[in-house]
C-alpha cells in the first residue's frame, strides 16, 4: 500500500486546482485587457488635450495678459502710422480699460514712451479707436491730440511726435468664443 490511498480524490483536487488556476489566469487576462483599454482610450484624450493646451493664445512676439495679446514695438513711428501697423495686425493701438492693465503695460513697456489708443480733436473730451469716450480711468497729462504711456503714467503729444507703440488684440481663445457665438 503506498501512499495513494484515495485515488480519486486526488485527481479532483488536481482538477479543481487546475480550474482554479485556469480562472485566475483568465481574470488576469481580462483585467489587463481592460487596463490596456482605458490607458489607449486616456492616452488619446489626454494627446488630444495636451495638442490643444500647446496651440499659443498669443501670435509669436505678442505678450497675453487678461485674455489679450499684446504687441509692443521696436520702431519709432507717429501715432497715425502706428495705428495703422496694429490694424494691419488684426489689432488696434492698445486701448487701456483697467488700472490693472495700465500697470502691466507700464511694467513691459521698458524706457521708452509707447503711443496708445487715445486720441482727441483740440478741446475735445478723450477717445478711444472705436470713437467711443474714454472713461478717464487715469489721467493723461499734456496738451497733445495723442496718448502715449511713460514712466510716470500717460501723457499727450501731437500726432507726429515719433514714438514706439502698443498693439492689442483679443486672444485667440476669445476670438473663438466670439467666432462659435455668432
Not at 472705436?130 to 501723457?155: H, M, Q, V
Request: aromatic residues 10%; proline residues 3%; charged residues 20%.
Amino acid at each position: 500500500m503506498g501512499c495513494n490511498l484515495h485515488p480519486r480524490k486526488h485527481s479532483i483536487t488536481n482538477t479543481l486546482n487546475r480550474l482554479l488556476v485556469l480562472s485566475i489566469i483568465i481574470l488576469l487576462i481580462i483585467t489587463v485587457t481592460a487596463i490596456l483599454v482605458g490607458l489607449l482610450v486616456t492616452g488619446r484624450k489626454l494627446h488630444r488635450i495636451s495638442s490643444e493646451c500647446l496651440e499659443a493664445a498669443c501670435p509669436e512676439s505678442w505678450i497675453g495678459f487678461q485674455r489679450k495679446c499684446f504687441y509692443f514695438s521696436d520702431d519709432f513711428k507717429n501715432w497715425t502710422f502706428s495705428q495703422r501697423f496694429c490694424d494691419s495686425h488684426g489689432a488696434d493701438l492698445v486701448q487701456v480699460e483697467t488700472i490693472k492693465e495700465l500697470n502691466f503695460l507700464l511694467r513691459y513697456k521698458g524706457p521708452y514712451d509707447h503711443w496708445i489708443g487715445l486720441s482727441r480733436e483740440l478741446g475735445q473730451p478723450w477717445k478711444l479707436i472705436n470713437g467711443t469716450e474714454w472713461s478717464n480711468c487715469f489721467p493723461i497729462r499734456g496738451g497733445g491730440e495723442c496718448a502715449y504711456l511713460n514712466d510716470k503714467g500717460a501723457s499727450s503729444a501731437r500726432h507726429y511726435t515719433e514714438r514706439k507703440w502698443i498693439c492689442s488684440k483679443p486672444d485667440m481663445y476669445v476670438q473663438m468664443q466670439r467666432q462659435s457665438s455668432t
